[in-house]
């Protein structure tokens, strides 16, 4: 999902940074009332990291990463996860890969936005009291339509690019998500059924969603 430096004039690169820090700004009057959302949001910066670091390959015009979308919104909620995805290419950025930080502000939004679009959609529901029951064919919805959104952004920052990319070549980028959007449904319940069974602990009902989740 990642945009390689070049791709992108300075303007389109400095409208996509302003976009990013207003949808974050917008959104961080969240923080104000509910603080543990703070320590959320560190938790799932550091494991969305960890993720695109253990697993990560260049398929045609972009990188295809463990994100671990679903884990991570289904353990730490909306907001973590939306400010816990810049935070993480932040601090990717800044530790393995500098030169990405060129293009932190599109790369944000092309996690960000898709993710908003979800929750929006149908996410919130899941935590709902007596909301929607969190089971493999509903976090595989969630993942195809995230996931879509994804490769979805992808192709829209490289349409604005500076030289024209081969659609077959996004194709073959988009195609590679299948098989991620498929079995991360499988990872994120497991998660889930292990935080389950500590949800009456300070810890888990402190640092994450999962106790308000109901699972099938």
Not at 53 to 81: C, N, R
Not at 155 to 171: D, I, K, Q, V
Request: charged share 10%; hydrophobic share 55%; no cysteine.
């Amino acid at each position: 999902m990642h945009i390689e430096p070049g791709v992108l004039d300075a303007a389109k690169i400095a409208t996509a940074n302003a976009t990013a820090i207003g949808t974050l700004t917008a959104s961080a009057y969240g923080f104000v009332r509910r603080p543990a959302d703070l320590a959320r949001t560190v938790l799932a910066a550091g494991f969305f990291s960890i993720f695109m670091q253990l697993w990560h390959m260049q398929v045609g015009p972009s990188e295809l990463h463990l994100i671990g979308a679903s884990a991570i919104y289904f353990t730490f909620g909306f907001l973590p996860t939306l400010f816990g995805f810049a935070l993480g290419l932040a601090l990717q950025g800044l530790l393995f890969e500098p030169q990405d930080l060129v293009h932190l502000g599109v790369n944000s939004l092309s996690l960000m936005v898709p993710l908003i679009a979800v929750h929006a959609a149908f996410g919130h529901r899941f935590f709902r009291r007596d909301g929607l029951e969190t089971r493999w064919s509903s976090v595989l919805k969630f993942d195809a339509a995230y996931y879509a959104g994804v490769v979805a952004m992808v192709g829209f920052w490289l349409a604005l690019g500076r030289e024209p990319t081969p659609f077959a070549s996004w194709a073959t980028f988009a195609a590679s998500y299948l098989p991620l959007a498929a079995l991360e449904p499988l990872f994120t319940l497991l998660v889930l059924k292990g935080l389950k069974r500590f949800e009456a602990s300070a810890p888990v009902r402190t640092l994450s969603v999962a106790p308000q989740l109901r699972l099938a």
